[in-house]
């Protein structure tokens, strides 16, 4: 354990943080989930599926009535990702989840209120397991079904850098309220000296507060990538037995792509285990798995 000297316990004594200005820390939550899609009443069938954010209606000043990410300030004392954790169990009453640190925002004027930095984390959750509550400082909190649009791409080549700008459009639609929210985002991609910087513009909003559009993009693509590389992020959206078939369909969901059944089957075997139950009518009903708890 690290002890300090008598030289340095002197120059703590007469140093003064104050002397420094400092921002406010908050954390804000992207808490994802594959939830049935509604309209599906065949009963023979398993539902189909649906990639879905949380949003909560501000009921405070800035951006009152804006739709906005879960979150809070972090409170004295308090470590950032105890924050994120607080903040998702008032929104949600989810007390354990996939959270993994997604990104930090603290560009100069993203918050009207002073300097403040966010520390984002990225929620994975299974829906059927809990309720969605409004907290202190929303009117409300709705599910939102998301889709990201990558409308175009353009680069810009130099001698010693190259720069991708990648145009998105999110779309995000609640059922419950028949409301639509769609944001464009412009994605800076620099490579330079053998490595990259991503940064990202808002071009166009649609009534989500503060630059929650930009953190909400990052997260998403970040959920991606994981999938990519890692087979294990998709299970924290499911129950503890599934189908193969809804495993492949949240995969699909996440990736945006459809994927060859045979080759996603091979390569999942082995992170999953059979059980004896079976789930949906009809001639054929679906075998059910579980984790292989040795896999993960």
Same mark, same amino acid.
């Given at each position: 354990?690290?002890?300090?000297?008598? =030289?340095?316990?002197?120059?703590?004594?007469?140093? @003064?943080?104050?002397?420094?200005?400092?921002?406010?820390?908050?954390?804000?939550?992207?808490v994802?989930?594959?939830?049935?899609?509604?309209?599906?009443?065949?009963?023979?069938?398993?539902? @189909?599926?649906?990639?879905?954010?949380?949003?909560?209606?501000?009921?405070n000043?800035?951006?009152?009535?804006?739709?906005?990410?879960?979150?809070?300030?972090?409170?004295?004392?308090?470590?950032?990702?105890?924050?994120?954790?607080?903040?998702?169990?008032?929104?949600?009453?989810?007390?354990?989840?996939?959270?993994?640190?997604?990104g930090?925002?603290?560009?100069?004027?993203?918050?009207?209120?002073?300097?403040?930095?966010?520390? +984002?984390?990225?929620?994975?959750? /299974?829906?059927?397991?809990?309720?969605?509550?409004?907290?202190p400082?929303?009117?409300?909190?709705?599910?939102?079904?998301?889709?990201?649009?990558?409308?175009?791409?353009?680069?810009?080549?130099?001698?010693?850098?190259?720069?991708?700008?990648?145009?998105?459009?999110?779309?995000l639609?609640?059922?419950?309220?028949?409301?639509?929210?769609?944001?464009?985002?412009?994605?800076y991609?620099?490579f330079?000296?053998?490595?990259?910087?991503?940064?990202?513009?808002?071009?166009?909003?649609? @009534?989500?507060?503060?630059?929650?559009?930009?953190?909400?993009?990052?997260?998403?693509?970040?959920?991606?990538?994981? +999938?990519? @590389?890692?087979?294990?992020?998709?299970?924290?959206?499911?129950? =503890?037995?599934?189908?193969? +078939?809804?495993?492949?369909?949240?995969?699909?969901?996440?990736?945006?792509?459809?994927?060859?059944?045979?080759?996603?089957?091979?390569?999942?075997?082995p992170?999953?285990?059979?059980? /004896? +139950?079976?789930?949906?009518?009809?001639?054929?009903?679906a075998?059910?798995?579980?984790?292989?708890?040795?896999?993960?």
């Open positions: 354990m690290y002890k300090c000297s008598k =030289e340095e316990k002197d120059y703590l004594a007469h140093y @003064n943080i104050n002397e420094f200005e400092r921002p406010s820390v908050a954390t804000d939550i992207v994802f989930s594959v939830m049935d899609d509604k309209k599906e009443e065949n009963y023979r069938k398993m539902a @189909n599926k649906e990639l879905k954010v949380l949003m909560i209606k501000r009921a000043f800035p951006y009152k009535d804006a739709w906005s990410l879960p979150g809070g300030f972090c409170r004295p004392g308090e470590d950032v990702i105890d924050t994120a954790k607080r903040e998702l169990f008032l929104q949600t009453g989810i007390r354990r989840s996939y959270l993994s640190l997604s930090i925002f603290g560009e100069k004027d993203r918050d009207p209120r002073g300097w403040i930095i966010s520390d +984002t984390y990225m929620a994975l959750v /299974d829906a059927d397991k809990y309720e969605v509550r409004s907290g400082g929303a009117w409300e909190s709705r599910w939102f079904k998301i889709c990201v649009r990558l409308i175009e791409t353009r680069k810009d080549v130099k001698e010693d850098s190259v720069v991708v700008k990648n145009d998105y459009e999110i779309e639609f609640s059922e419950e309220i028949s409301l639509t929210l769609r944001e464009r985002i412009i994605e991609k620099e330079k000296e053998y490595h990259e910087s991503v940064r990202y513009k808002i071009v166009d909003s649609d @009534n989500i507060a503060f630059d929650h559009a930009k953190i909400l993009l990052h997260s998403f693509l970040k959920l991606q990538s994981e +999938t990519e @590389n890692d087979y294990r992020i998709p299970f924290d959206f499911l129950g =503890e037995t599934f189908s193969l +078939t809804q495993l492949q369909q949240t995969f699909e969901l996440i990736l945006g792509r459809e994927l060859t059944t045979p080759n996603f089957r091979r390569k999942i075997m992170m999953v285990i059979e059980t /004896d +139950t079976t789930v949906g009518g009809g001639h054929r009903p075998k059910l798995f579980k984790r292989n708890i040795e896999a993960f």
